[in-house]
């Protein structure tokens, strides 16, 4: 078979089982990204491509959680502007960077997103218990902390904007240290955070012509199909099965670009 063609499937493959982690753990783009760069990609297009391709099995999710968006709205229109600026800042950031200097930093942000997924069940945990004992004394709920939340999500959409794995964490933590309370509505308003700063570095990838399409509309398709296959049998794939080998797999690619990105 043709080496192109090998790549199609390669690459699709890649992105299916993306979308399907996505839909269950998170993590897709521990996936993408490494197969984009083996398929001959620059580094850039590699993480601009990643995130395009992956980006269209987020926005369903939303219609999902519309109930609990609407307890936030105070919340949601802020946020959704800041994760706007943020994508944006951080999209043009990589943009504008050379390939070798985003290279050199991909291992820590390798790092800093594996770790930062290794840690979101045990943190998912404890802000979980922390509803419910919100919800058994009502008398100790607070507001949310607006300034100070919109200040943490326009860093991490930022990040978001400029790599992203293990964002959602991030995310997650920014909304429960600043006093949002439900599990639910933290949930929802992750969603809509980090779907609004993809959606403005997808966009900005786009214009920028960073976008590799004759890969990326096979992967967005793939991508979407993994994520339906995924969200189907939820139930079937525990993620405290896949949550390991995707922070196994995290870990692997950090000391592996640690070890080999002065050749690719």
């Known amino acids: 078979m043709h080496s192109t ?26 996936l993408v990204f490494p197969s984009l760069l083996k398929a001959g990609l620059l580094p850039i297009e590699a993480n601009a491509t990643g995130t395009v391709s992956l980006w269209p099995g987020q926005v369903t999710s939303i219609a999902g959680y519309r109930e609990d968006l609407k307890k936030n709205l105070r919340v949601v229109v802020p946020a959704a502007v800041v994760a706007a600026i943020g994508g944006l800042a951080g999209s043009l950031t990589l943009l ?22 290794a840690l979101s069940g045990p943190i998912s945990r404890r802000v979980r218990k922390r509803m419910e004992d919100s919800d058994a004394h009502p008398e100790r709920r607070h507001h949310v902390a607006l300034v100070p939340l919109l200040l943490a999500l326009l860093a991490v ?20 240290l600043c006093g949002v309370e439900k599990i639910a509505e933290i949930n929802a308003l992750k969603v809509v955070i980090t779907t609004v700063a993809n959606a403005v570095a997808c966009i900005t990838f786009v214009i920028g012509g960073a976008v590799e399409w004759r ?17 189907r049998n939820a139930r079937r794939i525990s993620d405290r099965i896949l949550r390991p080998i995707i922070v196994v797999l995290g870990f692997g690619l950090a000391i592996w670009f640690f070890l080999h990105r002065s050749t690719i």
């Open 215 to 231: 890969f990326c509309w096979l992967m967005m398709i793939a991508c979407a199909a993994g994520g339906y296959t995924g969200a």
């Open 96 to 117: 504008h960077g050379t390939q070798h200097a985003f290279l050199r930093l991909v291992p820590y942000l390798f790092l800093l997103g594996t770790t930062s997924f």
């Open 157 to 176: 959409t930022y990040y978001i904007g400029y790599f992203g794995a293990g964002a959602g964490l991030l995310t997650m933590t920014a909304l429960a």
């Open 5 to 30: 063609a090998l790549y199609y499937i390669f690459l699709a493959f890649a992105a299916f089982l993306g979308g399907i982690v996505n839909s269950i753990a998170g993590g897709g783009s521990f």
